[in-house]
């Protein structure tokens, strides 16, 4: 039978996660920050996200470290709360919203990349449809090959990442105003109820900009020597990039007043039309669809293996367990996640997919591993852990109660839809268990 290979290494580890991280999301979330917060304090929102990121990336490091294997958050929920008891439901749970939200993520990066597209060629909502459309059949064939030459691909779209960020960065700084959104940062601050909503409603935003910085995880049985390389290349993305966004958002506005950046479609072409010229916005444009396609190329990656361990561990579907005979990936399950991603790129807007990815996974993917580390500390040797979080368990603690506070803030309606998700999937899996005499019958 053929299996997983471990061909990832630290540098390619931490590539998949940074591109996954990053995506069309900064660019896009930007201006809807600033907005929300409606001040010079918008950075705030984008240090919350760093926060939950780090504290969250803690609880993903020990799962990661004692549990690599493909398909991530499956596993940690399945041994966290027992192979042969709630388990078996909890990772059918997840596997369940994960056929329903991973598209959504695919799709809203092939969504963003067409959205600013129309900033080098006018589109028509029809022609937009095409463009995001085509981004998501291009990636699906892209990773239809062996993980090592992906992880080659993966490093060489991380560089023009990079390049892209300092770029932005490097022109706030040569404007010579870079430092006057940090003085300015607590201008008409106040710490009161509505600061408390707006950053809620904002870092909804944020930390789906921050979103990633786990997908490694996914890959767990194609990491070399993951005990370290798993938890270092969570680490180093999150610093990363929250360093990064910081400072792109810095030099942003020290350009492009934040009253101004607030209402933009397309504010990264905009600011760097104002220091180079037409000629330098288009070129960043191209960049940033650059970033925005890496993105969707990293997270159908790492989603492809969920399906996959679930049916390879004789919890869902065995069509999804095949492994191409060659190339040894999952074809069945990529194909199948592109090709919902597809119809939901074709069908769906931005504006509601953003919003509903955080919804529909807070409860049993963030919410539900934490509590399931709590579990696995109380059952297990310390030991058995490669890598402890310091200061356990305020870490834990403190990502359970900032998810819970996003999770109102993503609003009434899709807090509710998320909840119905998970209903459905119970009630499928009552009915599944039933039939094969599982957990709890």
Known sequence: MAILERKLGLGQATAINMIDMVGIGPFITLPMVIGMMNGPYFLYAWIAGALLSIVDGMVWSELGAAFPKAGGSYNFLKEAYGKNGAGKMMSFLFVWQTMIQAPLVIASAAIGFAKYFSYLLPLTSITEKMVSGGVVILIVVLLYRKIDAIGKISVFLWTGVIITLLWIIGGGIMHGNFLTPVKNINN??????AFVTAIGFASVKSVYSYLGYYNICHLGSEIKNPAKNIPRSMFISIAGIAVLYLLMNISVVSVIPWQQARNSDFVISEFMEVLFGHTAATIVTCLILWVAFASVFSATLGYSRIPYAAAADGEFFKIF???HPAKKFPYVSLLFLGAVAFIFSMLLKLSEVIS?????????????????????????????????????????????????????????????????????????YFIKARFQKEWPF
């Not at 008409?188 to 109820?193: E, I, P």
């Not at 579990?375 to 030991?383: E, Q």
């Open 356 to 428: 509903a990815i955080l919804a529909m996974r807070i409860m049993i993917q963030f919410i539900g591993q934490a509590i399931g580390l709590f579990i696995l500390r109380r059952k297990m040797d310390k030991s058995f852990f490669p890598y402890k979080m310091p200061l356990f368990p305020l870490p834990v603690i403190l990502a359970i109660a900032l998810w819970l506070f996003i999770l109102i803030s993503t609003g009434t309606d899709l807090m509710l839809s998320g909840f119905v998700v998970i209903l459905l999937g119970t009630l499928v």
């Open 321 to 323: 367990a095949k492994l």
């Open 188 to 193: 008409g601050l106040s710490v009161d109820y």
